[in-house]
């Protein structure tokens, strides 16, 4: 996370004056094809609130969650082998988690796309599907009542012994 003193650097390259002040050595001007994006998960752990005179400084776009469709594809783009029944399954899982969250049930931690691609993974290579998921997004929470919860989601969809063979086609 940047440090205040660092992003007051930025006022003045982000505004009107398009400049970099090098202090003991010289402005730089900026190119005018020069562009900057920055990305904030907003709630994520890690981000906080921009100041106003920093975000006034940028243009917005909001991002939606993922949605069941795009899940899907992603998976079955990522796991060409993954069963339709567990690809149905994990788009669901993680909605689940979604629907959890949104209802301030569960924090964002566990919503993880990268902890369910990555268990995902890991049940490719032979782990059960259990220990899997709660490496990749069980575990991601730290509270052990959100945990519970969690695991309680994941286990009205994947039964508790699942085995690789049942998740994938080859």
């Known amino acids: 996370m940047a440090k205040n003193e660092s992003l007051a650097v930025l006022h003045a390259t982000l505004d009107f004056r398009r400049i970099i002040d090098v202090p003991g050595y010289d402005k730089i001007k900026l190119d005018d094809a020069t ?3 920055a990305t ?3 709630g994520y752990a890690g981000t906080r609130e921009l100041n106003e005179a920093l975000a006034s400084r ?3 776009i ?3 969650s993922i949605s ?3 899940l899907k594809k992603l998976l079955q783009r990522e796991f060409p082998n993954l069963k339709n029944t ?3 399954q994990f788009t669901g899982l993680f909605q689940d988690l979604q629907k959890k969250n949104e209802n301030s049930e569960i924090s964002t931690k566990s919503v993880d796309l990268r902890g369910l691609i990555g268990s995902i993974h890991l049940m490719n290579k032979g782990l059960e599907a259990n220990k899997a ?3 990749g997004i069980t575990n991601k929470s730290f509270d052990d009542f959100e945990r519970v919860l969690i695991d309680d989601v994941i286990h009205m969809r994947i039964p508790l012994k699942l085995e690789r063979g049942e ?3 080859d």
């Open 35 to 37: 562009r900057f994006i």
């Open 40 to 42: 904030m998960n907003y």
């Open 58 to 60: 940028f243009m917005v």
């Open 62 to 64: 909001e991002m939606p």
């Open 68 to 70: 069941s469709d795009n």
């Open 86 to 88: 567990y690809l149905e």
């Open 133 to 135: 998921l709660q490496m």
């Open 167 to 169: 998740i994938f086609t």
